[in-house]
């Protein structure tokens, strides 16, 4: 299994983190889009579709999007449950929207959570007053 997402988001980043986490067996293969190399490495993949939400690559070749892709993350490393109610029938439509949303927007609501800008990691963090 391979997922894609987005390194220079801050929540992408920290999501990966735990995933990479929980994956003790090595059954994930994360590829950050926004490496240099990455266009040459997948040419076959639309870049443009893989930054607007996150993917995973089967086992078997086929691709699934959104929180279907983040569910089967979660799944091969055993922690599915967290995230199966999200695909349940009828928290699914709203889940995806949210999802949805997030996606367009998530390096603003990165930034507004976390305080850490696209594309700088840690070295980014705005100082708080009082910090």
């Given at each position: 299994?391979?997922?894609?997402?987005?390194?220079?988001?801050?929540?992408?980043?920290?999501?990966?983190?735990?995933?990479?986490?929980?994956?003790?067996?090595?059954?994930?293969?994360?590829?950050?889009?926004?490496?240099?190399?990455?266009?040459?490495?997948?040419?076959?993949?639309?870049?443009?579709?893989?930054?607007?939400?996150?993917?995973?690559?089967?086992?078997?070749?086929?691709?699934?999007?959104?929180?279907?892709?983040?569910?089967?993350?979660?799944?091969?490393?055993?922690?599915?449950?967290?995230?199966?109610?999200l695909?349940?029938?009828?928290?699914?439509?709203?889940?995806?929207?949210?999802?949805?949303?997030?996606?367009?927007?998530?390096?603003?609501?990165?930034?507004?959570?976390?305080?850490?800008?696209r594309?700088?990691?840690?070295?980014?963090?705005?100082?708080?007053?009082?910090?």
């Amino acid at each position: 299994m391979i997922i894609f997402y987005d390194g220079y988001c801050p929540l992408c980043q920290s999501e990966m983190r735990h995933l990479q986490k929980y994956d003790t067996q090595g059954v994930i293969r994360f590829e950050d889009i926004q490496s240099p190399a990455f266009s040459d490495r997948f040419p076959a993949l639309d870049w443009q579709a893989l930054n607007a939400r996150i993917h995973v690559q089967m086992p078997d070749g086929s691709l699934v999007t959104g929180l279907d892709a983040t569910y089967q993350a979660w799944h091969a490393v055993g922690k599915g449950w967290l995230y199966a109610p999200l695909r349940w029938p009828v928290i699914r439509p709203l889940a995806d929207l949210a999802y949805n949303f997030f996606a367009r927007h998530r390096y603003r609501i990165s930034y507004l959570l976390t305080g850490k800008r696209r594309g700088c990691g840690t070295a980014c963090r705005v100082e708080k007053p009082n910090e």
